[in-house]
């Protein structure tokens, strides 16, 4: 929950430009956990953040996540109906950039912000069977969830160099 990845402001630019609507996450928050009220919550953990921020960017977390910047993907997308649903599990992996018709099944919660629901991806069946081929291929997590090494290796290179 405190050291996953998050894009930056360029991310938003981009998503907007591509008229993305959904961006499903398997991490608590679409946003860097240090660019939001995480950073205080987790002292301990901030204070290893922006030890590794100086080494890797050469600047702080609060040089790299400025007030402007914070809450990028909550403040920045969703006034443009860009939303993003959180703590996505399962197999994600199998699609990854590509466009889907994806229905989010929320619990009726009166007068709350957010709430937990049930998030699925509907695909045609000839697809679905071309997913499930593709998915016996791949390595699973502990969970059953299929993963493509070379995304996972792809993030790792994305967040270093950000």
Not at 52 to 75: C, N, V, W
Not at 140 to 154: L, P, S
Request: proline letters at 5%.
């Amino acid at each position: 929950m405190v050291q996953h990845p998050g894009p930056d402001r360029e991310f938003a630019v981009w998503a907007k430009e591509k008229k993305i609507k959904w961006i499903g996450v398997d991490c608590g928050s679409a946003d860097h956990p240090m660019n939001t009220i995480i950073r205080n919550w987790m002292p301990r953990q901030a204070a290893e953040a922006d030890k590794l921020f100086r080494a890797m960017y050469g600047a702080s977390l609060e040089e790299r996540f400025t007030p402007d910047k914070y809450q990028l993907m909550h403040i920045e997308m969703f006034p443009h109906h860009i939303i993003h649903a959180e703590c996505i599990g399962g197999d994600v992996d199998l699609l990854c950039n590509r466009r889907a018709t994806i229905g989010f099944f929320p619990w009726r919660f009166v007068d709350g912000e957010s709430c937990i629901g049930r998030c699925v991806v509907f695909v045609d069946d000839a697809e679905y069977e071309e997913l499930m081929a593709r998915k016996a291929t791949l390595p699973k997590t502990r969970f059953g969830d299929a993963y493509e090494q070379e995304h996972v290796d792809r993030i790792e290179r994305l967040t270093r160099r950000w």
